[in-house]
């Protein structure tokens, strides 16, 4: 069974840092690029970052460029967001996803590909 499983969410102060995790099973996530996703009540969907598979290069939305990190860790089949500087603004669910048309070569890639596998999702709230 192909799944993606976020985990590493909470409670953050301002300023403080989270790391995400995106865990795969059933399939080697290596293969794919992958991409973290996030939603604030009442707001539409942010596409947030993006790894390749093939040279492993990152792109970042504007809002969090400089302060979050795509990174990911082949032999243990997981995608990592690192979350520093949070801001209350950065509350939100945040998702993982991926495709097999997916090749993140831009951050505009992440907003025109139709994302086919979706992790849950993982609560971030940043608040004092």
């Known amino acids: 069974q192909v799944q993606l499983v976020e985990s590493g969410g909470g ?3 301002p300023g ?4 995400l995790s995106c865990a795969a099973s059933g399939f080697t996530l290596a293969y794919y690029a992958v991409a973290w996703f996030r939603q604030a009540p ?3 969907r942010e596409g947030v970052s993006c790894i390749a598979n093939s040279d492993g290069n990152t792109y970042d939305a504007d809002s ?3 302060r979050f990190t795509i ?3 082949n032999a243990k ?3 990592y967001l690192q979350m520093n500087s949070l801001k209350p603004e950065d509350t939100a669910v945040y998702y993982c996803a991926t495709d ?3 090749r993140c070569v831009s951050y505009e890639d992440i907003i025109a590909t139709d994302f086919g596998s979706w992790g849950q999702g993982t609560q971030v709230t940043v608040s004092s």
């Open 11 to 13: 409670l953050v102060q």
């Open 16 to 19: 403080g840092s989270l790391r």
């Open 42 to 44: 009442g707001k539409e």
């Open 64 to 66: 969090v460029k400089g």
């Open 71 to 73: 990174s990911r860790e």
């Open 77 to 79: 089949n997981t995608v």
């Open 100 to 102: 097999t048309l997916f």
